[in-house]
């Protein structure tokens, strides 16, 4: 099963108030732990995939401690895509900028249109985008994360492609299909020979070499010990279609 | 304001002598703390950016002592450009090798002339490019870093755009009035906003993503305390212009 | 000297099987200090340059202590690369998957054909590529190597050699003398040398940047109190061309 969440505000050009982040956080952990999940596909409506936090709820008058709320919920959204058991892919035709940025960088996989465009400008208005500069210093080299920052100036999808922040980018009229070609194959595998995969990848990218693969090299045998490990690998000698558990 | 630095002794190359170094970390370090300085560009004099270390200081005539300080002094100025408060462009016209290739890459952004190109070939003679590697290693892929210090051979402007070591290759008429705008624009933003982004931006670069959010998180929280973090938000919302406090 | 390893057994598509692994393990480190040697090559016959494990040695068959060694046996040969005195280059004419794809990743520079191809396909058997995952992962962004681990989709030679898992891709007619000439050059240089800052390259990269300067500081000064180190300074200051000590 692919779950769809569409960031539905195209007025206030998605931007990830802290209703749109507990909504997102809701949706995002809806039935997690279900077998039949597979993958998770976050898009947009409107000609903005999201413009970042709403500012409007960074004024002096809410204070420090609702700031502190606004930014604490949306490292918890981010960090729990990256902890989620299944992939999560982002679908992005048009403007991604601060926090909507850092949402594409934190997604497993990106696929954009080619209108697409992304920044980080909020030294602009004198918020530099330091939390969003986590994600996008995990995707992107550090030069061309640092010049988004310090310049604010937008990157077009065929240059987020090339450093690293996008995994595929289409015609805007082949976006949907493309992103759903990858989700179906997503979902055509099996889940918890996926979700291992997942968690060791991120656990074992921290780790200095010998530990990295201690963990993977665990981790594969873990993985042949599972139902859909020895089912695959019987198929594949077999030469026919393997049916997974789930 | 602005800070241009000059390499400026072409005759030699602009090797990085230990003087040459020295008078480089004075001219970085200059009134660093004072709200004025925004920027600084380092350029350099003639065809060749820098030809890193001067290889007279490093023959056994002046013992493994002499040879510590060039090093150690060479390091601290290139991790003072990272510390440092305000952004630190290289405007490159021409070839940067071994330490000059390093300072480039210790930059935060770094601009190009389509006639330059980089390289580390210190192998050709004997010393390993150990120092300027440190600095290669986290600006570009490690294979394409590999490489350049195992063959010693040089990478165009192209090539180090796409691998992460420029942040923009333009043609040479353009180099300068390309990285003034680039200049121009950080020189417009507010200092105390940029300064503690460029802070962030390196220490969470180095932590877990758990760790990095809380630092990042709290960073937010404290840019929104900052007199110009709330007029800039002020001024958004209010469709004018910000102005700074500095 | 130039050690050349060729893996044939093209029958078997290469399969990096417990007893090619072994073999191959000797090969590397068979005169590994002999100061002749000065790189190594690793090469395939067929038009598969390997297609990982041997899936017969991964059934429930053989059980989770014999798949313990084959991974552990895998992960050893990999950091053996790494940790070997000289470079390693693979030269890649084909498709390469999974341990295949993670033996080119793992090596120091590759080299490959235009008609080559990279995948870590495990999941479509239900196995996913987590060994494979670690030297991916570290040479290729991360949103890159999650989409070829997720989808198990093959990368084209250019795609890889721009994101940085190959450092140079030529058409087949050339492979070889391509390859031959980065070898040559490579064993034309003083093995001390290289020995020395490989070994520093490898280990700075996973120190913050402080420790990685004070380490690659002591590397070059270390450096300059071989007799090869001396020897090329000599050299280029009287401009004539060293002769290493081996």
């Given at each position: ?5 569409v960031l539905s505000n195209p007025k206030k050009r998605n931007a990830l ?24 596909v976050i898009s947009a409506e409107g000609p903005v995939f999201s413009s970042g ?37 982002a679908m992005v035709n048009g403007l991604a900028t601060a926090a909507g940025c850092q949402l594409v960088?934190?997604c497993?996989?990106a696929v954009a249109s080619d209108k697409s465009s992304f920044a980080?400008p ?32 937008a990157m077009s999808a065929q240059?987020a492609l090339?450093?690293?922040l996008l995994?595929?980018v289409v015609p805007e009229e082949r976006l949907e299909?493309?992103t ?67």
């Open positions: 099963m692919l779950r769809s969440i108030s802290l209703a749109m982040l507990k909504s997102l956080q809701k949706d995002i952990l809806h039935e997690a732990e279900s077998q039949d999940l597979k993958v998770i936090h709403d500012l409007k709820e960074l004024t002096d008058e809410q204070g420090p401690d609702y700031h502190a709320e606004v930014f604490r919920t949306c490292s918890e959204v981010m960090m729990m895509i990256q902890n989620h058991p299944v992939p999560v892919i960088a934190s497993d996989i980080t909020g030294v602009n208005i004198g918020l530099f985008c330091s939390t969003p500069g986590v994600a996008l210093g995990r995707a992107v080299p550090r030069k061309v994360a640092l010049e988004m920052l310090f310049t604010g100036e240059e090339l450093h690293g995994s595929r299909e493309e759903m070609r990858i989700a179906r194959k997503v979902a055509s595998l099996s889940r918890p020979v996926v979700s291992l995969g997942k968690a060791a990848f991120y656990r074992q990218l921290a780790q200095d070499l010998r530990t990295a693969y201690h963990l993977a090299s665990q981790t594969m045998v873990d993985n042949l010990g599972l139902p859909d490990g020895q089912e695959g690998i019987k198929a594949f000698l077999q030469k026919r279609k393997p049916v997974w558990s789930h």
